[in-house]
């Protein structure tokens, strides 16, 4: 079972919606140091997605610093060191600028796309 909800979304790799999907569950503490991840057959089978692209996930959850490999008892969360700011905001640019046009596209002024984020930026009562 995987250790963290999440849909899948049409129009952007699979791969990278659950490696986000994983960032999230850490932040947010749905996911912890010290918990069991899915084997990647087991990730395949439960998400319906190929083993390949599984494999994708894991190992990118790996070269993260998210996932280490624990002989006996599998694949194990752990609290990554966060990369720079310069670093994390670099991967946060594609998903802004698809953001950012579709602001556009909808005729959204700056103050109103800001308005936006603040709202949804603070905690829920």
């Known amino acids: 079972m995987l250790p963290f909800l999440?849909?899948?979304r049409d129009g952007e790799p699979v791969s990278d919606q659950i490696v986000r999907a994983a960032h999230r569950a850490l932040a947010n503490g749905e996911l912890r140091a010290g918990d069991l991840f899915p084997s990647?057959?087991?990730?395949a089978q439960e998400l319906k997605i190929s083993p390949t692209t599984a494999f994708k996930v894991v190992q990118e959850l790996k070269d993260l610093g998210f996932l280490i490999s624990r002989p006996g008892v599998g694949m194990v969360?752990?609290?990554p060191q966060?990369?720079?700011v310069a670093k994390r905001l670099e991967m946060l640019e594609p998903a802004a600028r698809r953001f950012l046009d579709e602001?556009?596209?909808l005729h959204l002024t700056a103050g109103e796309v800001e308005a936006l984020l603040r709202?949804?930026?603070d905690p829920e009562p």
Not at 40 to 43: G, N, T, Y
């Open 6 to 8: 999440f849909q899948l």
């Open 40 to 43: 990647v057959r087991a990730l």
């Open 119 to 121: 709202r949804l930026s």
């Open 82 to 84: 966060l990369p720079p």
């Open 77 to 79: 969360v752990q609290a």
């Open 103 to 105: 602001a556009r596209a």
